[in-house]
Nanobody, 124 residues
Framework: VHLVESGGGLVQPGGSLRLSCAAS????????MSWYRQVPGKEPELVAA????????NYADSVEGRFTISRDNAKNTVYLQMNNLEPEDTAVYYC??????????????????WGQGTQVTVSS
């Protein structure tokens, strides 16, 4: 399993970024995918997850209405569109395959398969 994130960077508050994650080494279309983020000294936070289609997507309360997760199974890629970014969104963002898809976002469980992460910094 290989997951490679891209698209992070420095953006001003209120700005937008789109993260991409290219996946290989497994049957991508059959696996639920997610984006976690982590700041130093804290546990990773699951911010968005998607199973087969956009209608299966769900989000953490902290990003609901601002972030959109999507996937292109033909390209083995999952995306995270982040709008109206806030300084509190500053973190390393990781693309993660899920091992369990629960009834809500708090019940999902990550697999051991994580990307290397991409830094997102929101600052003026």
């Amino acid at each position: 399993v290989h997951l490679v994130e891209s698209g992070g960077g420095l953006v001003q508050p209120g700005g937008s970024l789109r993260l991409s994650c290219a996946a290989s080494g497994f049957t991508f279309s059959s696996v639920a995918m997610s984006w976690y983020r982590q700041v130093p000294g804290k546990e990773p936070e699951l911010v968005a997850a998607i199973f087969r289609t956009q209608s299966d997507a769900n989000y953490a309360d902290s990003v609901e209405g601002r972030f959109t997760i999507s996937r292109d199974n033909a390209k083995n890629t999952v995306y995270l569109q982040m709008n109206n970014l806030e300084p509190e969104d500053t973190a390393v963002y990781y693309c993660v395959a899920l091992s369990f898809w629960g009834p809500n976002i708090d019940a999902h469980r990550p697999s051991p398969d994580w990307g290397q992460g991409t830094q997102v910094t929101v600052s003026s």
